[in-house]
């Protein structure tokens, strides 16, 4: 594999997924950005750190989120065209340091 295959990779799972976030989700009154994606060497797995804020609305708003990964799954596929499409994971991005810069 090219080495900045993987980065171009990520790169445009983050850019596409974004778009569809601004387009599908309804975040109910939550700021909600991915912080950054990061794929498995063998291109198997995709793991993207989402920024929610607030930190209280996270839980409801990765539950819908999941809920609707095989869709974004599905989405990302027939915009890329990429194989082996890498499986989606989401995980909320640890925001305790940059909110508490007081």
Do not use: C, W
């Not at 976030?21 to 700021?31: C, K, N, P, S």
């Amino acid at each position: 594999m090219r080495p900045y295959r993987k980065l171009k990779i990520e790169s445009l799972i983050q850019e596409e997924l974004g778009r569809l976030f601004v387009r599908d989700i309804e975040t109910q009154g939550a700021l909600l950005t991915i912080m950054g994606v990061a794929v498995a060497s063998d291109l198997q797995e995709a793991t993207v750190s989402l920024g929610i804020i607030p930190v209280e609305k996270a839980g409801e708003i990765l539950m819908i989120i999941n809920r609707r990964r095989r869709e974004f799954q599905f989405k990302l596929s027939r915009i890329m065209n990429i194989r082996p499409m890498p499986q989606l994971r989401f995980t909320v991005h640890e925001q305790e340091s940059f909110l508490n810069t007081s």
